[in-house]
């Protein structure tokens, strides 16, 4: 899938997600960082879909602070607390930074504003800045490991990572082949790029 144009986050948005996404998986010489993996892509893409809007999900009122088993208990849906989120984090980031966003800090700038939202000392305005860090840890996990067609793992980087072969047809030939290091590049549902015949 190309990248294309962002379907929910605007382009702030959307670095500030890129931003966060290299944090939570930096580049390394084996691999690219989150952003070149897809991963604000992919959680672009589930924002502006039927996840983002919570679609088949109970969301009427009353609200009750449930307990974590229970799940979330909110009206706002998942799109709806990212907007919120990421404007109080560049609200948090204006306000310490002189006036930088989360995109425009440096690394190490970076790290702290994220452990800090971990550990519960960097507090976000109008949300709840560490319920929102755990959510989008989930979802760059997501966007590195899901099959590439969803907008994230370009390239099928996290798949080679861990050696996963992808969504094959079959493995019959391989059935009785035991402690035996599966060789054959990843195919994703939509299958591999070099499969399609490239137009003239």
Known sequence: MKPGPW??????E???????ADRIIPADP???????????????????????????????????????EQGPQSEAGPAQQYREALAALDRYCRS???????????????DDILSGLEQG??????????AFLLQVIKDVQQGFFADPIYG??????????????????NYLDWVHRHNERFTLPPVSIAGRADWTPKSR
């Open 152 to 169: 994230g793992n370009r390239d099928m980087v996290g798949w080679r990572m861990i050696g996963y072969p992808g969504a094959r047809y």
């Open 7 to 12: 379907l929910f986050f605007t382009g702030p």
């Open 121 to 130: 000392t960097v507090k976000l305005e109008g949300t709840d800045g560490n």
């Open 96 to 110: 310490k930074y002189a006036g930088k966003v989360f995109a425009e800090l440096g690394d190490s700038d970076k």
């Open 14 to 20: 959307g670095r500030a997600v890129e931003a966060i």
């Open 30 to 68: 084996e691999t690219p960082g989150g952003k070149d993996a897809g991963c604000a892509v992919f959680i672009d893409r589930q924002m502006a879909g039927p996840y983002g809007r919570q679609d088949g999900l109970y969301n009427r009122p009353p609200f009750l602070k449930g307990t974590k």
